[in-house]
Each structure stands twice: as structure tokens, then as C-alpha cells.
């Protein structure tokens, strides 16, 4: 048997250990990209949970749940004093408790629009943005009356807002959001958005099919150039799956007797129960106009 | 880029939908007739790659990565009625779905993305690429025209935001949606975007228009002509003696006597500088011409006119010298 002469540069024996030795370096683009494909699938598992429990938005038809929390949706956008939104702040919490969506859960999903507008109103509570009457401050620079006032109401309004739209979304089944939605806007908006919505799962699978092969594959990082150049080939090929997708279904459905129309089953009639929620929450909103 | 339920009022939101009502069904029954059957799947696909670009990151120098909107990228792919769809659905989603962008602002957020970056994204794209562009041209047609999409876009986001304190406020002033005023507003929106976002946007879409175009051309819709862009053109020349009926100097276009008005006195640098250049038309006018109202008007068109013609013709050299 022949011997196998190993090249000079194996054989050196290094001190500093090789780049593969598991160190702690901030997340690359590949990272940060499987880390949010993953956190999106977690996060339509974890809207499941609360759509099978027995409570009150949980009982009531998807069209007249939709309706009703875009009655009060619109309450806050209308309200124009801290009296009408104090109010639909509470029909809210009531409604969060009737349908077992538990408070911490409700506040960790709206946290980040709470933190991302409370961060971009700061100024607003300074004097150099509102005058007016001092509360504290040092060096010149005050925290006003006025400025506290709009900043809270402001952060105030759009978290309620935030809570309202992931009430819905947390005890709605995507199935029957999209049934719902049906009642409202035409056929043939919301079955491309339901076959959006099944695609893009598709799809982010094969983002992430890509990704993780190359990150399995990955030993030390790749130039720039190298890196973004892998980026735009994988774009191209989401594009061409996309594309090539599109054509098979098109020909399964025309292949199906699929002639443009869309049929589908008509909605289920609406109990007293649906139409007294519907009938509550638009009152709500009525009364916040003159608030 | 996307603005959450509660940051507009409801007259603003209202405006935007009623403004993207006639836009979703132009573009929709521009897609039914292009498309036929197939354009569920081709759009419900479209939009699907138009979400998934938004979620991707993009690796950018000094080791860090971004996001992009995309929307130059999908309305290239898709062709721009079919990219207004193809965004709409997926902001849509996003909206409702993932709870991100608002419900109220849909229509305000549709216009933004979906109908500003989209059409002028391709259209950019289209006047400064030409026929048949080598692959640098390429690249820099679609840089350019992602750059300048994202911060009309952006601008558009800023001047909605901005408009909301002097449009909705309390009996005592307060502002009761998105507090600050256009001079807060378009700085704190346009800088980053300007100086970040944008250049981020221009390199994402070079890479992937570039590299579309090197692998396999035919993922590329086929172009249309610049006839729509002209008919926009046009229709904003007509739309240009508006100007004249708005009786207040427009934002940022004060003259040193309209400065000592609003704030008391003229900077001096201003003061050393301003005046220094006349323009061709100053005022839009021709000076030897009386400033009567009907006139004026005629030659602010006519000036609107003589400045959009340059632009053209630049764009028009532009195509002529640059190598294919």
C-alpha cells in the first residue's frame, strides 16, 4: 500500500485553535434570517392556543367578531379625549378576560408597539418640542404638562389599538379569519389572500431550506461580496419557485374545471348572540364620537 | 416604512382609501386582463415573494445586515399593476394577520408601498436602463430607481405624518395623532432614509435584478412602454397652477423677506448668499412679461413644462451616452 504523505501545512501544529471552535460572534445575516423564519412559524402555532378555548370572542361568528372589533378599532381612532378611550380601554380588558386571552400574554404581543412608539414620542414630553407648564426638569430643559399629556394619550391610543387587532387575531382561527373576511371584500381578493397566506409558507421554507444548508455548510465567514452575491441568488430562486408555483397551480385548477368564478360556501346566519356583540360594539364606537 | 393603526386620523386614514379604491380596481382589471386565469396563483405567488423579500436581511458592509421593502424588485419581476396588487395583498396580510401596520392605514400604507415605490421604482428603472443595458448600467438603473422609490416613499410617510398636528388637534391645540409637525417630521424620516435604509434598498435591488438578469432573463416581465409615465408627466404639468391658488408660501420656499417674516430675521449666510442665482424663469416667469394672473399661470405651466422637458432630455442623453 502506497503511503499517504500528508502536505507540509496539515501537519503544523498551531497554537491559536481554528475558527470553527464554537466563540461567540454577533449573528450574521444568515443567523438573523433563521432566527425570524423560526420565530414566524412559532408565532402562528402560538395564535392557534388561544382560538380553541371557550370564551366570549371565541363564541361568536367570525364576520360579527370582525365586525365588532373594527366598530371599536374605529372608537379609538375617533376618540378625541381620555374619557371615550378610558372607556373602550375597559370594554377591551373586559373582553380580554371573557375570552381567556391571559393579560401577560396580551401584553408581551403588544409590548414592542408600546416600547416603539413610547421611544419615538420621548421628545414630545420636553419643552423643546411642547411648551408649556413645567412639571420637573434640569439644565434648562422641561418636562411640560401639555407635552406628558399628548405623549400618554398618543402611546395610550395606538397600544389599545395594538391590543384590539391581536385580541382578534389571537382568538380567530386563520380559516375562519379568512372566511369572515369574505363577507366583506370581494372573492377574489380574499382567496388570492388566502392562498397568499398558505404560499408564503411555502416559500419561507425554502428560504430557510437554503439558509440552513449553507449555514451546515459554513466553517468561516465568506466575504461580502461572496455573501451578497449567495443573497441575490436565493431571491432569484424564491422568484423562480414562485413563478414555476404559480403555473402548476394555475393548471391544477384549470385542469380541476376551475373557470374564473369562485364559489364558496355561504356564511352561517348570524345568532342573537353574534348580533348583540355586534350590536354592543357599535354602540361603543357611537358613543366615543361624542366623548 | 409601515405606519401603525393610531398614528393618522380618520379623515387622513379615509383620504388614502378612497385615494387606493380606484387604484386596486384600475390595477386589478389591468391584471385580469393580462393575466386571465392564472392571475390568482401568479399574484397570490407574487405577493408571497413580496412578503418573504421584506422578512429576508440582506448582508451589508462593516458585518452587519438590513431589510428591504422590495417593491422596485417585485414590480420589475411582475410588471407595476400587477406589483400594486402583489404589495397590497401582502401588506394586507401583514396587517391583518401578523399585526403589522395598521388596519386604519392600510389604505395610507397601500399608497406608500404599494402604488408611490412600485410605479416610480419601475418607471425609474425602465427611463434609465434603456432597451438593452449592459450589466453596469443595469445595476446602476436599478440602484438608483430603488433609492429614489424608497425615499419618495418615505417622504410621502413623512409629509402624512407631518400634516396630522395641524390637521387634528384638541379644542386646546393639543395634537391628537402623530405629534409632530412636517419640520420635525421630514428630517427625522428622510435622514436615515436618505443616509441608510435607501442605500441598503439600492443594493438589495441591484443584486437581485443584476443577478436575475445574468441567470435567467425570462423571470423578468417584459416591459412596458414609458406611456403611462408620460401621461403622469402631463397630467402634473396640468395640475401645476393649483400652485397659484394656495395662498401661503410652500414649506421650506421662503424667500429672506418671508424668513424675516417667520422668524424675525435674516440669517446671514442667507442673506450673502441668497439672490446670488436668479434661475433661467425666476419667479416662473419671464421678466419681460406682465405679472398679470392669467399670464402668470400661463408661464408657471410653461416654466413646469420647460422643467420637465429638461429632465427628459437628460434622461434622454443619459440613454444616448452611457455605454450598452
Given amino acids: 500500500m502506497a503511503e499517504v504523505k500528508l502536505p507540509a501545512w496539515l501537519k503544523e501544529a498551531r497554537d491559536a485553535p481554528c475558527l470553527a471552535d464554537g466563540k461567540d460572534s454577533a449573528p450574521g445575516f444568515l443567523e438573523k434570517n433563521l432566527e425570524g423564519i423560526a420565530s414566524f412559524f412559532g408565532k402562528m402555532v402560538y395564535f392557534e392556543g388561544y382560538a380553541s378555548k371557550k370564551g366570549l370572542l371565541q363564541a361568536v361568528e367570525p364576520r360579527a367578531r370582525i365586525l365588532g372589533v373594527l366598530a371599536l378599532v374605529l372608537a379609538c381612532v375617533a376618540a378625541s379625549g381620555v374619557v371615550a378611550l378610558s372607556g373602550v380601554f375597559l370594554v377591551t380588558l373586559a373582553i380580554a378576560l371573557l375570552s381567556k386571552v391571559g393579560l401577560s400574554a396580551l401584553i408581551k404581543r403588544v409590548l414592542p408597539s408600546f416600547l416603539f412608539t413610547s421611544v419615538l414620542l420621548l421628545p414630545v414630553f420636553f419643552s423643546f418640542v411642547t411648551p408649556g407648564e413645567p412639571i420637573a426638569g434640569f439644565m434648562g430643559i422641561y418636562v411640560t404638562r401639555q407635552g406628558a399629556g399628548t405623549a400618554f394619550f398618543f402611546i395610550s391610543r395606538v397600544s389599545l389599538m395594538a391590543s384590539l387587532v391581536m385580541l382578534l387575531l389571537l382568538t380567530t382561527r386563520q380559516t375562519d379569519f379568512f372566511r369572515g373576511l369574505r363577507q366583506f371584500l370581494p372573492a377574489f381578493f380574499v382567496t388570492t389572500l388566502f392562498m397568499t397566506f398558505r404560499y408564503i409558507f411555502v416559500l419561507l421554507k425554502v428560504a430557510e431550506d437554503s439558509t440552513l444548508a449553507r449555514k451546515s455548510r459554513t466553517f468561516a465567514k465568506g466575504s461580502l461580496r461572496e455573501s451578497q452575491d449567495w443573497f441575490a441568488s436565493r431571491i432569484a430562486l424564491i422568484l423562480k419557485k414562485s413563478l414555476s408555483t404559480a403555473e402548476e397551480v394555475s393548471m391544477a385548477m384549470a385542469s380541476r374545471g376551475f373557470n374564473g368564478k369562485l364559489d364558496a360556501i355561504g356564511p352561517a346566519r348570524m345568532g342573537k348572540k353574534d348580533l348583540l356583540w355586534v350590536g354592543l360594539a357599535w354602540f361603543v364606537f357611537f358613543l366615543s364620537l361624542g366623548l | ?324
Avoid at chain 2, 390568482?40 to 462593516?62: D, E, T
Avoid at chain 2, 430607481?145 to 387634528?168: D, H, K, M, R, S
Wanted: hydrophobic share 55%.
Fill in chain 2, 1 to 324: 416604512m409601515h405606519i401603525p393603526d393610531g398614528y393618522l386620523s380618520p379623515r387622513t386614514c379615509a383620504f388614502f382609501y378612497a385615494l387606493m379604491l380606484p387604484a386596486w380596481y384600475v390595477s386589478s382589471r389591468k391584471v385580469e386582463k393580462e393575466l386571465k386565469l392564472k392571475e390568482i396563483p401568479l399574484l397570490a405567488l407574487g405577493a408571497s415573494f413580496a412578503f418573504v423579500v421584506m422578512m429576508l436581511n440582506i448582508p451589508i458592509p462593516g458585518g452587519s445586515s438590513g431589510h428591504m421593502v422590495g417593491a422596485v424588485v417585485v414590480s420589475v419581476a411582475l410588471g407595476p399593476w400587477a406589483g400594486v396588487i402583489a404589495l397590497t395583498i401582502a401588506l394586507t396580510l401583514q396587517a391583518f394577520i401578523f399585526a403589522d401596520g395598521g388596519i386604519t392605514t392600510l389604505g395610507a400604507n397601500s399608497f406608500n408601498m404599494a402604488l408611490v415605490m412600485s410605479f416610480s421604482g419601475y418607471y425609474i428603472y425602465g427611463a434609465l436602463a434603456g432597451r438593452s443595458p449592459g450589466r453596469p448600467r443595469r445595476g446602476f438603473a436599478s440602484a438608483l430607481a430603488a433609492y429614489i422609490a424608497l425615499n419618495l416613499a418615505a417622504l410621502f410617510v413623512a409629509v402624512e405624518l407631518g400634516i396630522q398636528p395641524a390637521i387634528a388637534h384638541g379644542a386646546d391645540g393639543r395634537p391628537l395623532y402623530a405629534p409632530y409637525p412636517l419640520s420635525i417630521a421630514i428630517p427625522a424620516m428622510m435622514l436615515p432614509h436618505l443616509l441608510f435604509f435607501g442605500p441598503v434598498e439600492a443594493l438589495g435591488t441591484a443584486l437581485i435584478i443584476s443577478y436575475i438578469y445574468k441567470t435567467d432573463e425570462g423571470l423578468i416581465k417584459r416591459r412596458e412602454g414609458l406611456k403611462p409615465l408620460w401621461a403622469v408627466l402631463i397630467f402634473l404639468i396640468v395640475l401645476t397652477p393649483l400652485g397659484l391658488i394656495a395662498a401661503v408660501t410652500p414649506w421650506g420656499e421662503w424667500g429672506s423677506s418671508g424668513i424675516k417674516e417667520l422668524i424675525g430675521y435674516v440669517p446671514a449666510g442667507m442673506e450673502v448668499l441668497g439672490g446670488v442665482w436668479k434661475g433661467l424663469l425666476p419667479g416662473y416667469t419671464f421678466t419681460f412679461y406682465g405679472a398679470g394672473r392669467g399670464a402668470s399661470a400661463l408661464f408657471y405651466v410653461l416654466s413646469a413644462a420647460i422643467g420637465s422637458g429638461m429632465i427628459v432630455l437628460i434622461v434622454y442623453l443619459w440613454g444616448r451616452l452611457w455605454p450598452k
